[in-house]
C-alpha cells in the first residue's frame, strides 16, 4: 500500500489545522452558515437531515487493516458505532457532532486518512477495480496510477473549483468492475498493437438526473502520458462547462453539446499547448509509486483448490461453505489464492452499513490472512483480495460469526442503495426500507435468489441518483408525488462492460406495489430464460414489453 | 401555522424554537406562529444556536404540535427517525 510522504502528511495535518479554527469561528458566531458551509464541505462535512456526516476517503478503495481498525473506533468514540460504505469506495459517518470533527480529521490523519475533496466542485475521491492486483485477467495492477491521480488531483489549484463535481474510475481488466462508462472520466487500461499498456480514456458519462454512458474520447493513450491528458481535459471543461445552471454542470453536459468529435479536438489542442513533462510523471517517480503496491509474497500452498476446501468442510458446514465459496470468492492471479468478497448486504439489513464490531473483524481477518489488504468496492461491500485457498474455512467461519458471510454478491439482494430519506436532506423518497424488503422477499423465493443468477437492483431516493438506479438490471427511483413515496421502474441498465441505461417502463408505482412488481418482473424472467441466461441478457434478447406487462397487469390487478 | 427548525449547531441534532428563545428537541413543546409572525422568527434566529434554519409548516393538535403540509413525511422521519434510534439496525425485516 501507498505510504504517506513529508508531502502528505503536512498536507493533511496544515488542513486539519485549518478547519479546526474554522469550526471554532463558527462555534463563535464570527462565521455564518452561509460562510462556513463552502468550508465544511470542503472537509467532507456535510449536515444531513438529521444531522452532521462526515464522508471520508478511502483513495481507490483500498484500506489496510490499521485503517479500517481506526475507522472502527471513530464509529464507537464519535458516532453510533456503524459507518455506511459508500459507491465511491468511501466510508460515512452519520452522526458527528462539529464539535468532534476536527478530533476525528487527527485521529485519521495518524493513519494517513482524511476527508478531503469528498465534497465540493473537484476532482472526488479517484476509484478502481476492488479485484486490483489480485485479478486474473488485468494488464496491471491500477492503482499506482490512481495514486498518480490522487497526489496530482489534491488541491490541484486550477481545479478546485471546477463548474461540479468530478469523478474519475480506472480499470486495467476487460471485466469492468469500477463502472468507467458512467464516470466523468472513465480509464480503461488496454495494450496497442505493440502490447504496450496505455489507457482507453471515456469522457462525458455520468448518471444524476441527466443520465449518460460515456464516450470514447481516446482509444490509446500511452500511460506515461495520462496525467497530461487528463490535465487537458480538465482545463477544457474549467473553461467550458457551464456555470450558470448546477444541473448543466457537468461535464457530460459539455460532452454533449459539443459532440465528441468537436470536444476531443478541443482537447487534443489543449494537450499539444501543454508542457508534458511538467505534468507527467518521470519513470522514476512511477517506479516508486508502483513499488508501493508490489503484489504480497505468498509463501502457501499453491496447490491447495476451492474443491478440496470444501471437501474437507464437516458435514454440517458443507453447504453453506460451498455455497459461500461459490458466489463470494472469485479467482486470484496467483495459484493458491482467492479473492474473498465481504457481503455488507445481510438479507434484510441496510445496504453498505458496518459495525465497528464487524469493520475490525474485517480487520482481524486481513492481518492474520489477507496480506493486511481491505478494499471497498463500489457495490457497497468489502472485499480481501490476497486469501490463501487453505484459509478459506477459517476465513468463512469468522465472518460467519460476524455476520459478513451472507452468500450473495452480484446476487438480487446485493443491492445498491442510497441513504435516501432515512439520512439525506436531499433525497425525496426512502430507499433503504425498500432495499430491506426486496433482499427478504428476493431471498425468500422458491429455490432461493441464486436461482435467479446475476442480477443487480440499484435503488436512489432522489433524481440525484446515488443509488445508481440508471444502470440497474432492475432500477428503482423513489419519487415524490404530491406528499407520497411512489417508485419509478427502469429495467436493462447496467454498469458493467455492457454498460446501459435503464429504459422507464411505465408509471411510477405507489410504494404498495414495488415488492410484488419485483418478484412479477422475476416470474417473467424465470419463465422466459435461456438456459443459464442473466436476467439482463434475457431482458435484451426478450425486450421490455413482457416485462411491461407483467409489471402494469400486476399492478392493474 | 408554522415552527422554526433547524439543527443543533454544536452536535446537529434537530431542533425546534421553543416559546422562551431557547431550543427544544421535541417538536411538540415548539413555538407556533402565524404566517406573517413566522418570517420575523426565522430572522431573529442566532446564527450560533443552530445551522440552517428553516420553517415548517406544523398543527396545533389539543396541546401537541405535529409537523403538517407537503414535507409532513420527510418532517416525520426527520424528527422520529427511524434512524435516530439506538436499536433501529438491530430491526430485521
Known amino acids: 500500500m501507498y505510504r504517506y510522504d513529508e508531502f502528505d502528511e503536512t498536507i493533511v495535518r496544515e488542513r486539519i489545522d485549518q478547519f479546526r479554527g474554522q469550526v471554532a469561528r463558527r462555534l463563535s458566531g464570527e462565521l455564518t452558515e452561509d460562510q462556513f458551509k463552502p468550508l465544511r464541505l470542503m472537509n467532507g462535512l456535510y449536515l444531513q437531515l438529521h444531522a452532521y456526516m462526515l464522508r471520508v476517503a478511502v483513495p481507490y478503495g483500498t484500506l489496510s487493516s490499521g485503517q479500517l481498525n481506526a475507522l472502527a473506533d471513530i464509529a464507537d468514540r464519535y458516532d453510533k458505532g456503524y459507518g455506511h460504505f459508500t459507491t465511491r469506495q468511501n466510508i460515512q459517518f452519520n452522526w458527528p457532532a462539529l464539535v468532534d470533527v476536527p478530533a476525528i480529521l487527527d485521529d485519521l490523519a495518524a493513519v494517513e486518512m482524511h476527508a478531503m475533496q469528498t465534497s465540493g466542485n473537484c476532482i472526488r475521491n479517484v476509484t478502481t477495480d476492488q479485484y486490483a492486483g489480485a485479478a486474473a485477467d488485468e ?122 468529435d468537436a470536444f476531443r479536438n478541443l482537447v487534443e489542442e489543449e494537450w499539444g499547448r501543454l508542457d508534458k513533462h511538467g505534468v507527467d510523471l518521470p519513470t522514476e517517480e512511477t517506479a516508486r509509486i508502483a513499488a508501493y503496491f508490489a503484489p504480497p509474497v505468498f509463501n502457501g500452498d499453491a496447490g491447495a ?167 440497474g438490471n432492475i432500477g428503482i427511483l423513489g419519487v415524490d408525488k404530491r406528499g407520497e413515496e411512489f417508485y419509478q421502474i427502469t429495467l436493462g441498465g447496467s454498469a458493467a462492460d455492457d454498460a446501459a441505461i435503464g429504459e422507464r417502463v411505465g408509471p411510477a408505482l405507489p410504494t404498495s406495489g414495488v415488492l410484488d412488481a419485483v418478484d412479477a418482473l422475476l416470474d417473467v424472467y424465470q419463465a422466459r430464460r435461456a438456459p443459464g441466461e442473466r436476467f439482463l441478457d434475457a431482458y435484451r434478447r426478450l425486450g421490455a414489453e413482457p416485462f411491461k406487462e407483467a409489471l402494469y397487469d400486476h399492478a392493474d390487478a | 401555522m408554522k415552527a422554526v427548525t433547524g439543527n443543533d449547531l454544536r452536535a446537529g441534532g434537530v431542533v425546534y424554537l421553543a416559546p422562551d428563545g431557547g431550543w427544544t428537541p421535541d417538536l411538540a413543546r415548539a413555538a407556533v406562529f402565524e404566517d406573517a409572525a413566522a418570517d420575523a422568527a426565522l430572522s431573529a434566529v442566532s446564527p450560533r444556536a443552530v445551522a440552517h434554519a428553516y420553517l415548517i409548516d406544523v398543527v396545533v393538535d389539543g396541546e401537541t404540535v405535529r409537523a403538517a403540509g407537503r414535507t409532513v413525511r420527510r418532517e416525520t422521519i426527520r424528527r422520529d427517525g427511524p434512524t435516530i434510534k439506538t436499536d433501529w439496525r438491530d430491526a430485521r425485516l
Open chain 1, 139 to 260: 494488464i496491471e495492477d491500477p492503482r499506482p496510477w490512481c495514486e498518480a491521480i490522487r497526489q496530482w488531483s489534491t488541491l490541484h489549484p486550477e481545479f478546485s473549483f471546477l463548474p461540479r463535481k468530478f469523478k474519475i474510475a480506472v480499470t486495467a481488466s476487460a471485466t469492468d468492475r469500477a463502472a468507467v462508462r458512467v464516470h466523468d472520466i472513465g480509464l480503461q487500461m488496454v495494450r496497442d498493437a505493440d502490447g504496450a499498456a496505455g489507457f482507453r480514456v471515456i469522457v462525458g458519462g455520468g448518471l444524476g438526473r441527466t443520465p449518460y454512458i460515456g464516450d470514447t474520447l481516446r482509444d490509446f493513450l500511452p500511460k506515461e502520458h495520462l496525467l497530461s491528458y487528463l490535465e487537458a481535459i480538465l482545463r477544457v471543461y474549467n473553461e467550458q462547462g457551464r456555470r450558470d445552471n448546477m444541473y448543466k454542470a457537468r461535464i457530460k453536459i459539455l460532452v454533449n453539446a459539443l459532440g465528441i
Open chain 1, 305 to 471: 483448490t476451492i474443491e478440496g476446501v470444501a471437501a474437507a468442510a464437516p458435514p454440517h458446514e458443507r453447504a453453506a461453505f460451498e455455497r459461500w465459496l461459490k458466489i463470494n470468492t472469485a479467482p486470484h492471479k496467483t495459484p493458491g489464492r482467492r479473492i474473498v468478497n465481504v457481503s455488507l448486504k445481510p438479507i434484510g439489513g441496510a445496504p453498505g452499513d458496518a459495525t465497528s464490531g464487524q469493520m475490525r473483524a474485517v480487520a482481524h481477518l486481513a492481518h492474520r490472512y489477507g496480506a493486511d489488504e481491505i478494499r471497498v468496492t463500489h457495490e457497497q461491500n468489502l472485499c480481501m483480495p490476497h486469501i490463501a485457498v487453505a484459509d478459506l474455512p477459517a476465513v468463512w467461519r469468522a465472518l460467519d460469526a460476524a455476520g459478513l458471510a451472507t452468500a450473495n454478491i452480484a446476487l438480487a439482494s446485493d443491492i445498491i442503495a442510497c441513504p435516501g430519506l432515512d439520512y439525506c436532506a436531499l433525497a425525496t423518497a426512502r430507499s433503504i426500507p425498500l432495499a430491506q424488503q426486496i433482499a427478504t422477499r428476493v431471498a425468500a423465493r422458491e429455490g432461493g435468489e441464486e436461482t435467479l443468477g446475476e442480477l443487480k437492483i440499484k435503488i436512489s431516493g432522489c433524481v440525484n441518483a446515488c443509488g445508481h438506479h440508471h444502470v
